[in-house]
């Protein structure tokens, strides 16, 4: 897949932007702050619903504007296809497929792209949550549908916990809540298709992120990924990140289960403390947890290897072609080693995309269509257009 050109209005620091992109290797090349992430990151929306920088959509409106709208034509072989995206500050955002009206969970199925940014360090340093949002927007990309189940599962443990905060609050035990129950089969029908089907990525995504380690790191240190799941007795969001038990069942019987064992304490604090949304991804590299152990050397190597991994799955799994490979800000913070290997296992994806602030910091192999980015404006071609020197602090 391929996006041949991009649209722009009133998203981030862009009243209106024209960007035409070729197949293979295109760099934007700009000072921080000039506007290059929010090209990339208007792509990478269209494909995960979401921002790889902030949890809500608000910021990426125009200050002052109350929408913003992405305009983008691609390429799948001879065929072509138009998304558009009306993002809102307040309300629903809207959706077009070649002009057809349609759900914005729609957009994944048309559009596939794989950002890889610094704050992907956080993947492997951060807290569960981090985590979590990677797999499941990863989920998304692959199995579109997996977007009305992830929501329909936040939707349905915002309901079940406010009903056991309502309930502390009253003083009610379990025997006085009746409805709880019917939270609690909606909870574990949605929660145990979300568990599985992260289960099932993990698996699916362990020689991939073996190869793609060894691709960028040159070496290699056996990293591997686990889930660590609350309904068989964890709690990675209290610092429990070891299983309790080694519980048979399938995920459904468990998931009741836990729920049952929990339930006391859950009516006492007044939070639903089973399930996904409690669940963390364990990373592992020579045996040892990623987060606490890892060099800064391996835990860039591993968020590295976890995104080519995501990008290599879907590019094996989609009739559509490569997806859109993003490669935000992320040479500078290479050692020149690894600058090379990673330009080296990118090289052969149908389109890479790459932002940086200073052209040299890319490998030349990939710089073969630089466009210059400058004050939210589309200057074109750098050797049209060519960065002036910094000034001088004398």
Do not use: C
């Amino acid at each position: 897949m391929i996006v041949e050109h991009l649209s722009l209005v009133d998203f981030r620091n862009y009243a209106e932007a024209e960007l035409a992109l070729q197949p293979g290797p295109n760099v934007l090349v700009g000072r921080n702050g000039q506007g290059k992430t929010n090209l990339a990151e208007a792509i990478a929306y269209l494909a995960t619903l979401g921002s790889h920088r902030v949890s809500s959509d608000a910021p990426l409106v125009r200050e002052g504007k109350d929408a913003a709208f992405v305009r983008a034509r691609l390429a799948h072989g001879a065929r072509r296809v138009t998304l558009e995206l009306q993002i809102n500050k307040q309300g629903s955002n809207r959706a077009r497929v070649s002009g057809s009206p349609v759900r914005t969970s729609e957009l994944p199925r048309y559009a596939q792209a794989v950002l890889f940014a610094p704050e992907d360090l956080q993947i492997v340093r951060g807290d569960p949550s981090q985590r979590r949002r990677f797999a499941d927007q990863l989920l998304i990309q692959r199995t579109p549908r997996m977007a009305g189940v992830i929501a329909d599962y936040e939707r349905t443990l915002r309901q079940r916990t406010a009903l056991l905060k309502s309930a502390r609050a009253r003083g009610l035990k379990g025997a006085q809540l009746s409805t709880l129950d019917v939270w609690d089969d909606k909870l574990v029908a949605l929660g145990s298709q979300l568990i599985d089907a992260r289960v099932r990525l993990a698996q699916d995504l362990a020689e991939p992120v073996a190869a793609a380690y060894a691709g960028v790191a040159g070496e290699d240190h056996r990293p591997e990924l686990s889930w660590v799941l609350s309904v068989r007795g964890a709690d990675p969001e209290e610092g429990d990140e070891l299983p309790a038990g080694a519980e048979e069942g399938s995920t459904e019987e468990l998931f009741r289960s836990a729920l049952a064992a929990r339930r006391a304490q859950e009516l006492d604090r007044g939070l639903t403390l089973v399930g996904p949304h409690r669940d963390d991804l364990l990373l592992t590299v020579r045996g040892l947890p990623v987060k606490g152990y890892a060099s800064h050397g391996e835990s860039w190597s591993v968020a590295l290897a976890l995104r080519l991994a995501s990008a290599e799955l879907l590019r094996a799994e989609s009739q559509g072609g490569d997806p859109i490979l993003i490669l935000d800000d992320v040479f500078a913070e290479l050692d020149a080693d690894r600058r090379r290997r990673l330009a080296d296992v990118v090289a052969d994806f149908e389109q890479v995309l790459v932002t940086a602030a200073v052209a040299a910091d890319v490998p030349e192999p990939l710089r073969a269509n630089a466009v210059r980015i400058e004050a939210g404006a589309v200057l074109g071609p750098l050797a049209d257009h060519p960065l002036s020197p910094e000034p001088s602090d004398g």
